[in-house]
């Protein structure tokens, strides 16, 4: 198949590239690099079934790159939840009003296929744990309410103009090639200050990390869902949560700082703004079409942070 994948030189996305590639397909990758790196694609530079292009979903013409694809894997998105209370028109253009021009390209072009990254945060401080995919959608952040926006825009578009889309509601993925979230935040801090760390809120906050690896293989299993849905939602996390204390110590054992920072709590159950204290999925409608975790959220922790060590450079 003929596949483009927006935000494909991004963290999750570059993954996705590859794992498509591997599998045969011919792929077109647009990104603007603004949170994606050019080098985690340049291992498929000069491949006769890989194209990549510098484009800004929302003021470049898209829709000539979509003539003959067969399906988009739409990862482009502003990932960064705090700034939202910050810049107010951040997630609303770069999230939701990208989504309608790649939906606008895909009516255009007759490509009828698309799958989505979502978001945990679509559903706000659930109270029920681990949350399902019915779970009433409450998001209490900017960037969750723009992930929500997105899926309904998708939801509509595929109803009016016989689209199908899988929609992936992530908890917290980490590991290689990740520019930004706590393990990367911890380590820049620590290497800038080996005997004091700053962590937001009370440390207590609470949350399913899954491996990004771990994260593909749900997404491919995801895609066996071939039936009458137009629209196909489903979980992806881990069946356990850590806490931000327990990372910070991860982070300074995997560093060998010795002795330990002393950790300094900005206080308060959030660490920002918009941010959701507890949070776990039930991905068990995935786990029932055959995808396990290998990885549990301390695992994952642990070898997301020796990835990123070996990969972050020094200031």
């Known amino acids: 198949m003929k596949i483009l994948v927006t935000g ?6 570059s993954h996705v590239v590859d794992r498509l590639i591997d599998a045969g397909h011919e792929i077109v990758v647009l990104d603007d690099l603004s949170s994606g790196d050019e080098k985690f694609i340049t291992t498929h530079a000069g491949k006769e079934r890989f194209q990549f292009h510098k484009i800004d979903l929302l003021h470049s013409e898209i829709t000539d790159f979509f003539e003959g694809v067969d399906e988009i894997w739409h990862l482009a998105a502003n990932p960064e939840v705090r700034i939202g209370a910050e810049d107010t028109k951040v997630h609303l253009e770069q999230n939701v009003i990208a989504t309608y021009n790649v939906l606008e390209a895909m009516r255009t072009k007759e490509v009828r296929r698309i799958m989505f990254t979502s978001t945990s945060t679509v ?8 949350t399902p995919e019915e779970y009433p959608t409450k998001p209490i952040s900017l960037y969750g309410a723009s992930k929500l926006a997105c899926e309904a825009l998708i939801g509509a578009y595929c109803h009016t103009f016989d689209l199908h889309a899988w929609i992936y509601r992530f908890a917290n993925v980490i590991g290689r090639r990740s520019s930004h979230g706590v393990i990367y935040d911890f380590i820049n801090k620590i290497r800038s200050n080996p005997k004091e760390l700053e962590i937001l809120g009370d440390g207590n906050q609470t949350k399913s990390y899954i491996y990004v690896d771990d994260c593909i293989e ?12 137009r629209v196909n939602i ?14 910070a110590e991860i982070v300074c054992e995997e560093m060998q700082v010795s002795p330990k920072p002393e950790f300094k709590f900005t206080g308060g159950k959030r660490g920002w703004k918009g941010d959701v204290p507890v949070m776990l999925l039930d991905a068990s409608k995935l786990n029932k079409m055959g995808w396990e975790q290998r990885y549990n959220s301390e695992e994952a922790v642990r070898k997301a942070t020796r990835d990123l060590l070996g990969h972050i450079p020094r200031t």
């Not at 559903?123 to 681990?130: N, R, S």
């Not at 749900?218 to 849905?229: C, D, Q, S, V, W």
């Not at 489903?234 to 990372?247: E, L, P, Q, W, Y």
Request: overall charge neutral.
């Open 8 to 13: 494909g030189a991004g963290f999750i996305g």
């Open 123 to 130: 559903y706000g401080e659930a109270d029920k744990l681990p």
């Open 218 to 229: 749900a997404m491919i299993m995801g895609l066996k869902a071939r039936g009458e849905n």
């Open 234 to 247: 489903f979980n992806i996390g881990t069946d356990d949560m850590i806490s931000v204390k327990r990372i």
